[in-house]
């Protein structure tokens, strides 16, 4: 006697990655070519090797993250005329790109990337140290998930060193002037809320004081209005994420085939 054990495809696990976005995505009539890339997962020994490396221990959404796919990127053009211009960008740095922040100046003349010391002497030497800014010492850690577009500031993971036992690290905003903006209060929060903006340009900026710029504000209101109709005052707390299923990123779905199995 055997029977077919039925398991998850592949394009099923992309699906329900990415919450089904591209279908909506698709539905949009000036969005045009919707790119997905379907990375293979990390080994573990690449995680561990990682972590060993830069003496930080993931969390376990972000760990289950590169144990399922290394790195996200889905991109979509805007139709203009007969003009295709690509617009869309939703990205998670690949785990070799998950680079951190020096935390000595000397580190930032070899990268473009301010240290940690730069950007707290610049808080203490002006004065603008405030709440949500990480506290820079010997057991905080911040890594860079994504740069964004046109240079205008970096999403970073932050092991805050005030961060509690066992706290999630948050997702904070560096914007060019080194200044920080709470974005998310972990990682699976923050991609959620990159798939509910559908990777509109500079989205970030609506969760911070800076706000958008006009062309974002146009760009939006053109594509997707309904994510004008928050207020930028109440930022992370006025997106309602319980609308949108959790997402449980589970490695597993990469290695397991339909067999026959014998009883």
Known sequence: MSYIV?????????KNLTLGITDHLSQIQCIKNIK???RPPCERAVIAAWEQRYTCILPDDVRQFYSSIDGFRLTWDFQYGDSLLPIGNMSINPICELQQIGKYSETSEETDTPSIYDVELMYRTNGLLADNVPSFGSSCSIFV??????DMGDVC?????????GEDPKICFMDTSYEWHLIADNFTQYFRMM???LGMPLWQLKLTPLGLSLEADSLISLIAPHLLQTDASCYVQALDLNDFPSSNLDASV???KKQPMKG
């Open 6 to 14: 039925d398991v998850v495809s592949e394009d099923s696990f992309f």
């Open 36 to 38: 997905f890339e379907k």
């Open 145 to 150: 998930i994504e740069k964004l577009k046109y």
């Open 157 to 165: 993971l932050v092991f805050n060193e005030q961060q509690e036992y």
């Open 195 to 197: 798939l509910a903006h």
């Open 254 to 256: 990469f290695k397991m």
